[in-house]
């Protein structure tokens, strides 16, 4: 499985961006998805997922401010950030394959940037 992460940029505070992260398999709609972020210094932190079934869960640091989605016609997950802060700086990474807790995951988009300035 191959991941492509997109959509990352420059965004003043309170405002919004669309991740995208699409798949080159087919059978990608069987995969849960998730993103995670990396912030300078910092480890890499799962933020939202989203189960083959559509079921999600969120890091409570974005709950009600980001939304993860998902076409599987398209073999692509969304993330919508929306009400962004400025320590929500971060490279953005999606990924599949994951082990039940998400510690590790098979397969890895190469990341996007996403900063947020105050």
């Known amino acids: 499985v191959q991941l492509q992460a997109s959509g990352g940029g420059l965004v003043q505070a309170g405002g919004s961006l669309r991740l995208s992260c699409t798949a080159s398999?087919?059978?990608?709609?069987?995969?849960?998805v998730a993103w995670f972020h990396e912030a300078p210094g910092k480890e890499r932190d799962l933020v939202a997922r989203?189960?083959?079934?559509?079921?999600?869960n969120y890091a409570d640091s974005v709950k009600d401010r980001f939304t993860i989605s998902r076409d599987n016609a398209k073999n692509t997950v969304y993330l919508r950030m929306d009400s962004l802060k400025p320590e929500d700086t971060a490279i953005y990474y999606c990924?599949?394959?994951?082990?039940?807790?998400?510690?590790?995951?098979?397969?890895w988009g190469q990341g996007t940037q996403v900063t947020v300035s105050s």
């Open positions: 990924a599949a394959g994951c082990v039940p807790d998400y510690s590790t995951c098979a397969y």
């Open positions: 398999l087919r059978a990608f709609n069987v995969y849960a």
């Open positions: 989203i189960t083959s079934g559509g079921s999600t």
